[in-house]
């Protein structure tokens, strides 16, 4: 059977096919990226701990809402992006704090962890605050990820120092 190539059909204007179908597929991705939530089961058995988890998510999907706005606010989801970092790095320095006085064996892995979420972290900030005509996905981008990152990381990670608390 003889395959006929799709490429020689868009020889003519294939670069504005290829940029059409990113469109096509960032808007895809765009809508399908939903909100997180924080439920009883993401509990680390300390208020404090969970209350600081509740408030990292809740400014991630401040940021995630932004998606639905008509015009995207650039300027206030930079604000948020920010935001967003600050907070997230003090929780991470209040939980170590909190583990650094504790039996918690596993601490060395653990900081491990958050050192790689801060230096991630910190290379989204820096995408942020440069000129990038891509800065809506940037900042929803940055927002998904530190939100997931988050309830991936109580469940494999903060839930275990729990006992020892
Ligand atoms: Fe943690």
Not at 14 to 40: C, H, P, V, Y
Not at 64 to 73: A, I, M, T, Y
Request: charged fraction near 30%; charge should be negative; glycine fraction near 4%.
């Amino acid at each position: 059977m003889k395959v006929i190539g799709v490429s020689s059909v868009n020889d003519t204007g294939s670069e504005a096919f290829a940029g059409e179908q990113a469109e096509r597929t960032n808007k895809i991705k765009i809508k399908t990226m939903t909100n997180l939530q924080w439920t009883d089961e993401y509990s680390v058995k300390n208020a404090e701990i969970d209350e600081q988890h509740k408030e990292f998510i809740r400014i991630c999907n401040e940021i995630l809402s932004l998606k639905d706005k008509e015009s995207f606010p650039k300027e206030e989801g930079i604000k948020k992006v920010l935001q967003l970092g600050d907070y997230a790095f003090y929780h991470l320095d209040a939980e170590e704090k909190l583990f650094n006085e504790s039996e918690y064996p596993k601490k060395e892995v653990h900081i491990k962890a958050h050192n790689q979420f801060r230096e991630k972290t910190k290379s989204l900030i820096e995408q942020v605050r440069s000129e990038n005509s891509d800065i809506q996905n940037v900042i929803l981008d940055a927002a998904q990820f530190a939100g997931t990152w988050l309830l991936d990381h109580i469940g494999s990670m903060d839930k275990q120092y729990v006992k020892y608390l």
